[in-house]
């Protein structure tokens, strides 16, 4: 199911602790897969190095908005401060978002980083910062929303965004 070119009638709210177990599946939406390559099997979530950003959901640090349609969650934004790919200080949360297929492009994405950015800086932050593979379509988005380009890896780029 495509909905490109319909409107859609979305929300966006804070994630209800009961819901952060959904993370897990938004974890592994958001993976970036190249063109041509297989989806990973969904057991990846469970590697150490992704499940940082889901174990123990719900701390001081933690942020999470999930996008609504006719009382589905379709898509979710969250953030925590932790040493990630994206990791810029102790001081600054880095994001994940994910939406499901059938919602993206449509800007609901755009709406939940926006929404984020604001309510980290209602929170004080002065920065976020997020990881985006070069080849992945959502690099354009980020920079769309505030996001710039500090540093670059063999594949990732490291995106800063000021709050100030």
Known sequence: MKLWGKKVNY?????????YK???DFLYEAIYIPEGMDFPQRTITKQPELQLYIS???????????????????????TRIM???GQ????????????????RGLGIGTDMMKQ???????????QASLAVQEANYAVKMYQKVGFEIVAKNEEEYIMLCSLK
């Open 116 to 126: 984020m950015l604001m309510l980290l800086k209602n929170k004080g932050y002065k």
């Open 11 to 19: 929300t966006i709210r804070e994630m209800k602790s009961h819901e």
């Open 56 to 78: 123990e959901f719900g701390k001081k640090d933690d942020n999470a908005l999930v996008a609504e349609v006719d009382g589905k969650i379709v898509g979710a934004v969250w």
């Open 83 to 85: 040493n990630d790919y």
């Open 22 to 24: 959904t993370l897990e």
């Open 88 to 103: 810029i200080d102790d001081e600054t949360p880095s994001f994940a978002i994910s939406l499901y297929k059938e919602y």
